[in-house]
C-alpha cells in the first residue's frame, strides 16, 4: 500500500536521482545538440519600427546555410530558428521561451535591440543559457559581473566616447568641449564615457545641451553651445539632428572640431542633407568598410563579400552596413563554435565565445581584431579615426584602442 | 422567450463553461511557454473586454488603449519595484489611476465625435512611449531603459510555479472583470450605454444623463485596460516604452472587431487571434523560403480581411447566427 510516507520517499528519490542526472548532464551537451546539427536561437524585428534591421537576420541565416552547404563545423550543420519580435519586448519574452523550451536551442545568437535584450536576460541568465554578442551598442550588455551569460557585440556607444576623449586629449591638449546629446540611453552613455574618459580633466567640458527626439530642430542647442566658448563639439545624435547640428555649427561660422558618433556617419543621409561643403572636417569612429568607399574598391574582404551577396542573397544587401554588419555577427560566431569542438555543453559555449583572440575579419578594417575574455564582454574594443573631406571619409592615424 | 433565444441562452452558458473547464485544467497540463501565452491571450482577453464597453457597447472609438495600458503596466512596475508593493495592491491601485485618467479623457472626449476622438485617441497611443522615455520621469520610469520587476513567486502553500502562478492570478483577474462587465451590459448600464450609441438625443429625452455615461464608460474601459497592463508588466517581468507602442493599440482594435462588437465573449477570440495570428503569420511565411520575411504583415492582412469577410460581426456574430439557423431549422 502506498502510503502518504513512502510516496514521499519515492519522490525525494527520484528526485535525488534528477539531481543526480542534472550533474552528470553538465559535461554533456547542450540541449540542441545532436551528433549532426547545432539549433540556436535568435529574434529579430523582422517587422514594426525597426524593421531595417531585419536584413541583419537574413544574412546570418544565408551565412549559415552556406557554411552548411561546406559541411557545418566539425561535422554539425548550423540551424538558426530566426523569429520575428516586432521590437516589442513582451513578444520577444515570448519568442525565446518559444524557441527555449519548444524548439529546445542550445543558446542564442545576436538578438537585436536594447529593449528586447533587457527583457530577456534575467530569464536567459536564471536558465544559464548563453546570449551572445547581442546586437545593440547599449553598455548594458557587458557585465560579466551580473549577467555572466550575456555577451555584447557591437562596440558601445561608451567604447566610441572614450576614444573620442583620448583623441582630443592627445590633439587638443587644453580643449574646452562642449557635447550635444539625444536624451535616451544611447546619448547618456555617451555622455558618461566621455567625462569617465576625461577623468580629471572632465571639467574641459564647458557646455552640455540635449534634446529629445520629438524636437524638430537642435539649432537652439548648437547656438548655445557655441555661447559656451567651446572650440570642440561631440555631436552624439542620430542621423535628423547630427545632420542640422552640423549645418548650423557652419552656419554659425563656429570654428570647432566636429565629432559625430558613428551612428550618424551615413553620407546619404546625414552628411548630404547637412550639406557636403559644411560637412568637410567632421570626425568619427568606424570599425567597418564602407563598400561605397572607392579605397576598398579591390579589397580582398569585400570581393568575398560581394562574392556572398550575389550567391546567397538579392544582392541589393551589398551596400548595406547593417547587411555586413550581420556578415561580420555571422562569423564571429562560427568562429567560437569552431573553437568548441566536440564539447558542444553551455559551459563550454560561453567559455569559447569568451575566449576570442585577435580575430580578424573580411568587413572589419584593417588592423580591427575581435577579443574577448571573461573579463571583457565588449568584443570590438577599437576604432579607426576618419575625417570627411567632402566627398568621402579618409581613415587617418593610428587605430585607437579604448 | 422565444425558442432561438432560450439556444442562444444555453450555448453561451456552455460556452462560458467550457472557457472555464479549460482555464482550470491549463496550469496542470500546459508547460511554461504555452501558459505564458495562455496568460497573455487572459491579458489581451481583460484589454478587449475593456475596450468592447467603450466602443462595441457605448460607440466612442478609441486608438489609444495602450496607453491606458502602458500606464497600468508601468504604474504596477513602479509601485511593485519602488515601494515594494504586493501585485495584489499594486495593479488594483494602477488600475485605479488608469481610471481616473480615463475619466478625465472622457470629458474632452464629450465633445468629439466619431472619427475626431478616433484622431485624439490615436494621438494618445503615438504620445504614449516618447512620454514614457521623457527625462523628467527617468527616475521613476527608468528613461529608455525601461523598468526590471522581479518575478511573482507563488506563496509557498500552493506548490506552484511562477508561470502557474501568474496563470492563476490573470485567471482570477479576467473571471472577476467578465462577470462585472456582464452584469455591467446585461442590466440597467448597459441598455443606457447601447441607448446613447444608438441615439444620444433620443436616450436624453429618456433621462439618461448622457455625459456621465460616456465619461464613466471612459473611466470603466481605462481601468480594463489598466488592469491588463498592470498584469502584463508582471507576466514579462519588464517594461520599457517599446513595449507599449502604436501597434499595441491598433491590435486591440483589431482584436474587438474580430472577436465581435458589443459582445463579452466574443473577446476571447479576439484575444486568441491578436496572440496567435501572427505567430502563425510567422510560421507560414517560413514555407516561402528565407527571403520571404516580409510576407508575415501579408498574411497577417489577408487573414484579417478573410475574416472579416466571413463573420462581419466578428466571432461571437458569426456564433450568434449560426445558433439562430440551427434552432430554425430544428423547429
Not at chain 1, 62 to 79: C, D, H, P, T, V
Not at chain 1, 390 to 398: P, Q
Not at chain 2, 314 to 325: H, K, P, S
Request: charged fraction near 15%; glycine fraction near 10%; include cysteine.
Amino acid at each position: 500500500m502506498t502510503t502518504r510516507r513512502t510516496f514521499l520517499k519515492t519522490g525525494a528519490a527520484a528526485a535525488t536521482i534528477l539531481a543526480a542526472g542534472g550533474l552528470r548532464a553538465r559535461a554533456e551537451n547542450a540541449p540542441g545538440i545532436t551528433a549532426t546539427e547545432i539549433k540556436i536561437g535568435q529574434t529579430m524585428p523582422y517587422s514594426g519600427p525597426a524593421s531595417a534591421y531585419g536584413v541583419i537576420g537574413k544574412v546570418e541565416t544565408a551565412y549559415f546555410k552556406m557554411l552548411n552547404e561546406q559541411g557545418g563545423i566539425n561535422g554539425r550543420k548550423l540551424n538558426l530558428i530566426s523569429l520575428d519580435d516586432g521590437y516589442s519586448p513582451p513578444k520577444a519574452v515570448e519568442q525565446v521561451r518559444r524557441l527555449v523550451e519548444q524548439e529546445g536551442v542550445a543558446f542564442f545568437f545576436n538578438t537585436l535591440g536594447t529593449p528586447s535584450n533587457a527583457a530577456i536576460r534575467q530569464y536567459l541568465n536564471d536558465a544559464k543559457i548563453p546570449q551572445l554578442f547581442v546586437s545593440t551598442g547599449s553598455s548594458l550588455f557587458a557585465d560579466p559581473a551580473h549577467f555572466k551569460w550575456t555577451v555584447g557585440y557591437n562596440p558601445s556607444y561608451v567604447t566610441e566616447a572614450h576614444i573620442f576623449a583620448k583623441h582630443i586629449l592627445t590633439t587638443k591638449p587644453g580643449a574646452k568641449i562642449a557635447l550635444l546629446y539625444q536624451n535616451d540611453g544611447f546619448g547618456k552613455d555617451y555622455q558618461s564615457g566621455l567625462k569617465a574618459a576625461l577623468g580629471a580633466n572632465a571639467s574641459q567640458i564647458v557646455g552640455e545641451a540635449s534634446y529629445e527626439t520629438s524636437e524638430p530642430t537642435v539649432d537652439s542647442q548648437v547656438v548655445t553651445l557655441q555661447g559656451s566658448g567651446a572650440d570642440v563639439l561631440v555631436i552624439a545624435a542620430t542621423p535628423k539632428w547630427a545632420a542640422q547640428a552640423i549645418r548650423k555649427s557652419y552656419d554659425l561660422g563656429w570654428d570647432a572640431t566636429r565629432y559625430v558618433s558613428n551612428v550618424s556617419i551615413s553620407i546619404a543621409t546625414v552628411l548630404k542633407p547637412a550639406g557636403l561643403e559644411k560637412s568637410k572636417g567632421v570626425i568619427t569612429g568606424n570599425y567597418g568598410k564602407d563598400v561605397t568607399d572607392p579605397k576598398f574598391k579591390d579589397d580582398a574582404g569585400v570581393a568575398q563579400w560581394k562574392a556572398f551577396c550575389d550567391k546567397y542573397l538579392s544582392g541589393s544587401e551589398f551596400a548595406d552596413l547593417n547587411a555586413s554588419y550581420g556578415f561580420s555577427a555571422a562569423q564571429t560566431m562560427a568562429q567560437a563554435i569552431k573553437q568548441c569542438g566536440d564539447d558542444l555543453s553551455r559551459d563550454n559555449i560561453l567559455a569559447q565565445a569568451t575566449n576570442i583572440k585577435d580575430l580578424a575579419l573580411p568587413m572589419l578594417l584593417p588592423g580591427i581584431t575581435l577579443n574577448t575574455s571573461p573579463t571583457n564582454y565588449n568584443p570590438i574594443r577599437q576604432l579607426q579615426l576618419s575625417r570627411f573631406n567632402g566627398e568621402s571619409w579618409e581613415l587617418f592615424g593610428a587605430l585607437l584602442t579604448d | 422567450m422565444a425558442p432561438e433565444d432560450r439556444l442562444e441562452i444555453w450555448v453561451s452558458r456552455a460556452g462560458w463553461t467550457l472557457a472555464v473547464v479549460v482555464a482550470l485544467a491549463a496550469p496542470l497540463s500546459m508547460n511554461g511557454y504555452h501558459l505564458y501565452q495562455a496568460t497573455q491571450v487572459l491579458i489581451y482577453m481583460i484589454a478587449l473586454i475593456g475596450l468592447n464597453l467603450l466602443t462595441g457597447y457605448n460607440g466612442q472609438i478609441s486608438l489609444g488603449h495602450g496607453a491606458f495600458f502602458a500606464i497600468g503596466g508601468y504604474g504596477a512596475a513602479i509601485l511593485s519595484s519602488r515601494f515594494g508593493l504586493p501585485f495584489w495592491a499594486a495593479i488594483p491601485l494602477a488600475s485605479s489611476v488608469c481610471f481616473v485618467a480615463g475619466f478625465l479623457f472622457g470629458f474632452p472626449a464629450l465633445k468629439l465625435g466619431g472619427l475626431y476622438l478616433a484622431l485624439a485617441t490615436f494621438a494618445l497611443a503615438v504620445a504614449a512611449p516618447q512620454i514614457l522615455s521623457y527625462k523628467g520621469f527617468d527616475a521613476w520610469t527608468g528613461g529608455a531603459q525601461g523598468l526590471q520587476i522581479v518575478k511573482l513567486q507563488a506563496p509557498a502553500w500552493t506548490h506552484l510555479d511562477p508561470d502557474q502562478w501568474i496563470f492563476v492570478v490573470a485567471l482570477a483577474a479576467a473571471a472577476l472583470l467578465v462577470w462585472v462587465a456582464l452584469n455591467l451590459v446585461r442590466g440597467r448600464i448597459g441598455r443606457a450605454l447601447v441607448a446613447i450609441r444608438d441615439h444620444g438625443l433620443a436616450a436624453e429625452t429618456m433621462g439618461v444623463d448622457a455625459a456621465l455615461y460616456k465619461t464613466t464608460a471612459f473611466g470603466v474601459s481605462a481601468l480594463y485596460a489598466g488592469v491588463a497592463g498592470g498584469l502584463s508588466a508582471f507576466a514579462v517581468g519588464f517594461v520599457s516604452p517599446e513595449s507599449f507602442g502604436l501597434a499595441l493599440s491598433l491590435a486591440f482594435l483589431v482584436g474587438v472587431v474580430v472577436g465581435g462588437l458589443a459582445s463579452v465573449g466574443g473577446a476571447i477570440f479576439g484575444a486568441l487571434f491578436i496572440e496567435f495570428v501572427p505567430n502563425y503569420a510567422d510560421r507560414l511565411s517560413m514555407q516561402f523560403g528565407e527571403s520571404a520575411k516580409a510576407l508575415p504583415g501579408a498574411i497577417y492582412g489577408l487573414l484579417l480581411i478573410a475574416i472579416m469577410g466571413i463573420a462581419p460581426a466578428g466571432v461571437a456574430g458569426l456564433a450568434r447566427a449560426l445558433v439562430r439557423r440551427a434552432s430554425r431549422l430544428s423547429l
